[in-house]
């Protein structure tokens, strides 16, 4: 429900629903697994027509990775959604012919070969900008088109290793830890595509492409924060401190009377001094140490035990309750069955249903954001292999013929 005076709440569009502020971007999704494709659908979700190009022989391997039901791996339904599909081996003569063909009507090309393979195919940037001087050709890659680096194979994990994410991440005396998901994956998908959508602000002004170049090892590294200043400026090194932070205490997860997990944050001083006195500890915000996020952390031993004694005496809801009526921050630890549950994510739409002629009803999460005029939708979820391959040719002006003649070639 909108609050009083707060007009309209911004929409997304339902599944099927309006075309989105991107409708006219055509977009060439040549990119496999993670990242680039999940750039590809979150610009899919606001309007972008977006055509999924994928080896006759290989298919994108996020169709297999993951669960998957009655053989249909679920992960794609996710990653390939508002996407038309097609094949093409782009090795072949015929293949690259038709994706110059094919980029000489798009906006923008999403790949994630090593860098040389497209110009091993003859389809680098001089035979793509000659097609389409307007094209803006998006690179994806763990370690960019230059450096040393540039030509080993490289997945997100080998970001998470090497940004400094790992290091910091797991408790004091235990390993480095990765995350069980494709978390600098899909940092570097949300990055890529403000690249896009700033390369084409670009081509607004000069009426030419460009080139993006993404290496994965980047956006998380900037996502961690101000660690290269810190050590430039200070020697400092951050270590691993499990889930306390070195800025700021009481914050961290505690268990309840009822086995429930919750997590607390202070990073407000403010808030910090109203959950000593909710836990009944008011005498520890006289403390000389408690006036500086740095000084409580030191002390996150103390306030630990005070917070987590609190909780342990209480169950998840009142916990909850008590915190709410403080104006101080908890939330519970959920797992996803509680996420599909949880009535802030109802009222936000944020799982949403999506109609699938291979699976029926899907519940999936929505588009990122809501906007006010011009939401986002999901039209329908990830495609078979080669759905749409006739169709996207026979728009570009093929015959049945060479379409025949293409598959008898290879080249689909």
Do not use: C
């Amino acid at each position: 429900m909108t609050p009083a005076g707060a007009g309209p709440a911004p929409a997304r569009a339902p599944s099927r629903g309006t075309a989105g502020p991107l409708q006219g971007m055509r977009v060439l999704d040549l990119a496999t697994l993670f990242a680039g494709p999940l750039a590809a659908t979150l610009l899919g979700d606001f309007g972008a027509e977006v055509v999924k190009v994928e080896h006759p022989g290989r298919p994108d391997p996020s169709r297999g990775h993951g669960p998957a039901k009655d053989g249909v791996g679920l992960w794609w339904k996710l990653l390939g959604r508002n996407k038309r599909t097609m094949t093409l081996d782009l090795s072949t003569p015929g293949g690259r012919d038709i994706l110059l063909r094919l980029a000489a009507t798009a906006d923008v090309v999403i790949e994630n070969f090593r860098p040389g393979t497209l110009e091993r195919w003859g389809l680098g940037w001089p035979e793509l900008s000659a097609a389409n001087p307007r094209l803006v050709l998006t690179r994806v890659t763990a370690f960019g088109q230059q450096g040393p680096y540039a030509h080993r194979p490289g997945f997100g994990t080998l970001a998470e290793a090497m940004s400094g994410f790992a290091a910091i991440t797991g408790e004091p005396d235990g390993p480095p830890t990765l995350p069980p998901f494709g978390l600098a994956d899909s940092i570097a998908a949300l990055t890529t595509a403000y690249a896009v959508m700033t390369a084409l602000a670009g081509r607004d002004r000069t009426g030419h492409g460009q080139i993006v170049d993404l290496a994965i090892i980047e956006p998380i590294l900037t996502v961690l924060g101000p660690h290269p200043l810190w050590y430039d400026q200070l020697g400092y090194v951050q270590p691993r401190t499990g889930n306390r932070s070195t800025n700021n205490a009481p914050r961290n997860t505690y268990r309840s009377a009822d086995d429930r997990w919750l997590a607390v944050s202070t990073s407000a001083q403010s808030v910090a001094e109203r959950v000593m006195r909710l836990v009944g500890r008011p005498e520890l915000i006289a403390e000389p140490w408690f006036a500086t996020g740095s000084g409580r952390a030191a002390h996150a031993q103390v306030l630990d035990e005070a917070v987590g004694g609190w909780i342990a005496r209480h169950k998840a809801e009142e916990v909850i309750a008590a915190f709410e009526d403080a104006e101080a921050a908890v939330a519970r630890i959920y797992d996803v069955r509680d996420v599909m549950a949880d009535p802030q994510f109802t009222a936000l739409d944020t799982v949403t249903e999506v109609e699938d002629p291979e699976l029926g009803p899907l519940r999936m999460q929505n588009v990122l954001f809501r906007l006010s005029e011009t939401p986002g939708g999901i039209r329908w979820a990830g495609r078979p292999h080669g759905a749409d391959t006739d169709e996207v040719l026979t728009e570009l002006g093929l015959t049945g013929a060479e379409i025949s003649a293409l598959r008898r070639e290879g080249a689909l």
